[in-house]
């Protein structure tokens, strides 16, 4: 299958800051394309020269389409939606309806965001969900073979979140729009992606699937998670090198998960045992001394 957009050896600079260097890479139509990393990691810059608010200083984009109708093609959310304050729900829809020459059926569109009750609220007394829902609904109104999402969640609780990510996969699946999104939260990147692009200081340090990430970077090592029956047989811990306490439960990585579940069941003597796979957390951790902050965002500490 011919991809929609390729991005071939693309740098951006801002004075003598590098945003993005030398970064080539490919979006297929269908797919979800996560892009995820640090504050400052190039993101937005990223998602900017791929819809052309800005021109990359070397490398090129190529689109499946004729980027002379660029616009007729994609639909971008950035990462503020401002709105009219007094602007009611159904003004905006109308409004990017005649700006786009769109003959979309606006009332299916909005029952189908569960925003028909919401056709006369001002834009600013909708919820953050609702007001992020209408964001998206925005982005496909002129029907677009594929939408940029910039952090779309960011402020949302966790209840919003989900509901904005279905509606994502359901857009995805059903409309077959794909979908270009950024991301600090490395759940929602695992739940919506299909391939994710790890940016770290302008430059990608990891293109494929979650799972291929998971694998390349775990090197196969399974997280074995336990109490002690008795806290007196901790000794018995002390061959394990990579074992490690948190809270009152003991965890030891090990590629040889069999062999140390049997040694401590019949001779350490545990209890409440969780077998674990590493996650993309781990990943990232491994990738560039990431981690994560209280609202699960990737934070970014230089060594
Ligand atoms: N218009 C600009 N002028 C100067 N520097 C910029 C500009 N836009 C971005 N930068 C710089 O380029 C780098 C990449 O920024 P970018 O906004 O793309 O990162 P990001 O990953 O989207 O970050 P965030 O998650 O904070 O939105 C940062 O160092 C940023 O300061």
Same mark, same amino acid.
């Given at each position: ?10 740098? =951006?600079? #801002? ?52 980027? @002379? ?5 994609? $639909? ?24 786009? %020459? ?10 189908? #965001?569960?925003?028909? %009750? ?5 834009? %600013?007394?909708?919820? $953050? ?37 279905? @509606? +994502? @996969? ?14 600090? #939260? ?17 430059? +990608? =340090? ?22 002690? =029956? ?21 965890? +030891? ?5 069999? @062999? ?6 019949? %001779? ?17 951790? =491994? ?17």
């Amino acid at each position: 299958m011919k991809e929609l957009i390729k991005v071939n050896n693309l740098t =951006k600079k #801002f004075g003598d800051k590098v945003a993005l260097k030398d970064i080539s890479f490919e979006v297929q139509p269908g797919e979800i394309l996560g892009i995820v990393g640090h504050n400052g990691a190039g993101k937005t810059t990223l998602v900017n020269c791929m819809v052309d608010i800005y021109k990359g200083d070397q490398g090129s984009i190529e689109y499946l389409f004729d980027k @002379k109708s660029m616009y007729d093609h994609i $639909g971008v959310q950035m990462q503020h939606s401002y709105f009219e304050d007094n602007a009611k729900v159904i003004d905006i829809c109308k409004l990017y309806k005649d700006l786009t %020459n769109s003959d979309v059926d606006l009332k299916a569109l909005l029952k189908d #965001f569960g925003l028909e %009750n919401e056709e006369k609220t001002d834009v %600013n007394k909708l919820s $953050g969900g609702n007001r992020q829902r209408l964001a998206i609904l925005l982005t496909l109104i002129h029907q677009p073979d594929v939408i940029f999402l910039d952090e779309l969640t960011t402020g949302l609780d966790p209840l919003a979140r989900r509901r904005v990510w279905e @509606k +994502i @996969k359901e857009i995805n699946k059903e409309k077959e729009v794909t979908v270009v999104l950024t991301s600090h #939260f490395l759940e929602e990147i695992e739940y919506l992606a299909d391939r994710i692009i790890i940016l770290n200081q302008g430059e +990608i =340090k990891y293109l494929g699937t979650v799972t291929n990430a998971i694998d390349t970077y775990s090197d196969g090592q399974k997280v074995i998670e336990f109490q002690l =029956k008795d806290n007196r047989a901790s000794f018995k811990l002390l061959k394990y090198n990579t074992v490690e306490l948190t809270d009152d439960r003991y965890q +030891i990585k090990t590629k040889e998960e069999e @062999k140390v579940l049997i040694d401590l069941l019949s %001779n350490v003597g545990i209890k409440n045992l969780v077998l674990k796979s590493p996650t993309l957390e781990d990943v990232f951790l =491994k990738i560039a001394g990431y981690s994560l902050d209280k609202e699960g965002k990737v934070c970014y500490e230089e060594a």
